[in-house]
């Protein structure tokens, strides 16, 4: 019973928490900023959970619902599985490399050099990113996910400057080379597990 509790309270400080990083960026970054979570505790009650979203929807797309490829239907477990494991990892290793980033830019632009406070920023950015991940489940939509990482661009505009605490002069080029180093990530990190995982080209037809 105990344990049902805690795990109720989690699942609905999840929707909150996601619910208001996304209507309310700028009260929920306050909120955040008030209060230091250790990034494994942001990892496991939080992230994980976000990061099952494209996930899933990933695996369902290429491993159930299916695709078109030169107008023939194309579906296979062992491609989704693969799709969804992919996702996975892209938004687990993207968050921590991404916060690695915000860690060591910090000192440069007056900012907290807190490895906790780095990956609540990134890991609450990549909300959209997560939650955009929906647009997986059609294939059709896939372009769709662009819009949730544009906007934890945006999420990243608001946060910097309360989470990390930048001074007022030097949040603007903290967002700015934190925005490229996060873009940058993003791209290398799709790159590698996209050609590790054997996704890339015409590569991701071998369904076996």
Not at 119 to 135: D, E, K, W
Not at 162 to 167: G, I, K
Not at 194 to 200: A, H, I, Q
Request: aromatic fraction near 14%; glycine fraction near 8%; charge should be positive.
């Amino acid at each position: 019973m105990h344990h049902f509790l805690i795990l109720k309270r989690t699942k609905m400080n999840l929707i909150e928490r996601v619910k208001n990083i996304l209507i309310a960026p700028k009260k929920e970054w306050a909120v955040i900023a008030a209060k230091e979570e250790d990034n494994v505790k942001v990892l496991t009650t939080y992230l994980i959970f976000l990061a099952l979203i494209p996930a899933i929807a990933a695996f369902l797309c290429w491993g159930v619902i299916g695709y078109k490829v030169f107008g023939i239907h194309v579906n296979s477990i062992p491609l989704g599985i693969r799709y969804g494991i992919m996702q996975f990892a892209n938004v687990i290793i993207g968050a921590y490399l991404t916060a690695g980033a915000f860690y060591l830019l910090a000192p440069n632009f007056g900012a907290e050099k807190n490895f906790n406070k780095a990956f609540q920023l990134a890991a609450y950015c990549y909300t959209a990113i997560c939650v955009s991940g929906l647009f997986y489940l059609y294939s059709p939509l896939h372009i769709l996910t662009f819009l949730g990482g544009l906007y934890s661009l945006y999420l990243l505009y608001i946060g910097v400057k309360p989470v990390m605490n930048a001074p007022e002069d030097k949040a603007k080029p903290y967002f700015w080379v934190s925005l490229l180093c996060m873009i940058v990530v993003m791209v290398i990190v799709t790159t590698v597990l996209t050609s590790l995982f054997g996704l890339n080209g015409l590569g991701s037809l071998n369904l076996n």
